[in-house]
């Protein structure tokens, strides 16, 4: 049954059937399916890869892939907030944004969604932020962690920017930062000078978990 389920889901998606993806989706966020959030969740974004994949081949155009990142937001608005966590204690701040230039805001919204279930404080500062905010939310929010992503290769270098300008501010030292996205890879983040490369939410949850308890 549960794979029936998340082929339903997926099929429906990459079918670009925007009322059978919420359909499929409500079945699994109202808890009367064998398949999880985390399962459905995951799913989508292994579908949303697909899509990628066929944009970049030239079978589908911008507006099969604005289309796909329409329903996807909307499926993903009724699943993030039911991650659940085994959080039963505060373990501090984050802030998370994309960088300046990029608007993909899915797979930050789930690691936001992983990191809020684990019992953080999450302060998101949404997509396209500039290098400045970002400093200004670290001196604001005074965050353990700050989480970047990037999908777009041409923002990448953004995240050297916003690394530079906390160090010419003095925000650095005491600070973690983890970054993630399509764009980056774990040699990239440690040529910028972040902390870590997270591959996907659950792993870059894993981490700051690992640097709050430290
Ligand atoms: C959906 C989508 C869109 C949607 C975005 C909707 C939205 N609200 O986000 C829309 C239609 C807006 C869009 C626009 C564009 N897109 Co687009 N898009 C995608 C697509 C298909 C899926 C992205 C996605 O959501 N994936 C699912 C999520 C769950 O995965 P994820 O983001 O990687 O996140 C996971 C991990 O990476 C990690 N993670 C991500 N961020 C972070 C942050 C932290 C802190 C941590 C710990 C972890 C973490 O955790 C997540 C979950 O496990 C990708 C294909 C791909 N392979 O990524 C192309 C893709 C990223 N887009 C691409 C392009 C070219 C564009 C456009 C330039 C198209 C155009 N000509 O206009 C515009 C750019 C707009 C802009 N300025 O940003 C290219 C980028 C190529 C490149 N190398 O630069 C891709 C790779 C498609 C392709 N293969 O050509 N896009």
């Given at each position: 049954?549960?794979?029936?389920?998340?082929?339903?889901?997926t099929g429906a998606f990459l079918d670009l059937e925007?009322?059978?993806?919420?359909?499929?989706?409500?079945?699994?966020?109202?808890?009367?399916?064998?398949?999880?959030?985390?399962?459905?969740?995951?799913?989508?974004?292994?579908?949303?890869?697909?899509?990628?994949?066929?944009?970049?081949?030239?079978?589908w155009f911008l507006g099969e892939l604005v289309y796909?990142?329409?329903?996807?937001?909307?499926?993903?608005?009724?699943?993030?907030?039911?991650?659940?966590?085994?959080?039963?204690?505060?373990?501090?701040?984050?802030?998370?944004?994309?960088?300046?230039?990029?608007?993909?805001d899915l797979g930050k919204d789930i690691f936001t969604?992983?990191?809020?279930?684990?019992?953080?404080?999450?302060?998101?500062?949404?997509?396209?932020?500039?290098?400045?905010?970002?400093?200004?939310?670290?001196?604001?929010?005074?965050?353990?962690?700050?989480?970047?992503?990037?999908?777009?290769?041409?923002?990448?270098?953004?995240?050297?920017?916003?690394?530079?300008?906390?160090?010419?501010?003095?925000?650095?030292?005491?600070?973690?930062?983890?970054?993630?996205?399509?764009?980056?890879?774990?040699?990239?983040?440690?040529?910028?000078?972040?902390?870590?490369?997270?591959?996907?939410?659950?792993?870059?949850?894993?981490?700051?978990?690992?640097?709050?308890?430290?």
């Amino acid at each position: 049954m549960k794979r029936k389920e998340l082929e339903e889901l997926t099929g429906a998606f990459l079918d670009l059937e925007k009322k059978r993806t919420l359909e499929a989706t409500g079945v699994i966020a109202s808890g009367e399916s064998e398949s999880t959030v985390q399962e459905a969740v995951d799913a989508l974004a292994g579908a949303l890869q697909r899509v990628g994949k066929r944009f970049q081949e030239g079978e589908w155009f911008l507006g099969e892939l604005v289309y796909a990142g329409e329903i996807a937001r909307e499926a993903m608005d009724l699943l993030t907030p039911l991650l659940r966590g085994d959080a039963n204690e505060e373990r501090g701040r984050i802030v998370v944004g994309t960088v300046a230039g990029d608007l993909h805001d899915l797979g930050k919204d789930i690691f936001t969604g992983y990191a809020n279930s684990a019992g953080f404080d999450v302060v998101d500062l949404g997509v396209d932020v500039a290098p400045e905010r970002f400093a200004d939310a670290v001196a604001e929010h005074r965050p353990a962690a700050l989480g970047m992503s990037c999908l777009l290769t041409i923002c990448a270098g953004s995240v050297t920017t916003v690394l530079e300008e906390l160090e010419r501010r003095g925000l650095r030292e005491e600070l973690k930062v983890v970054v993630g996205g399509a764009a980056l890879t774990e040699s990239f983040a440690r040529e910028a000078g972040a902390d870590a490369f997270a591959p996907d939410a659950v792993t870059g949850t894993e981490i700051v978990r690992r640097w709050s308890k430290a």
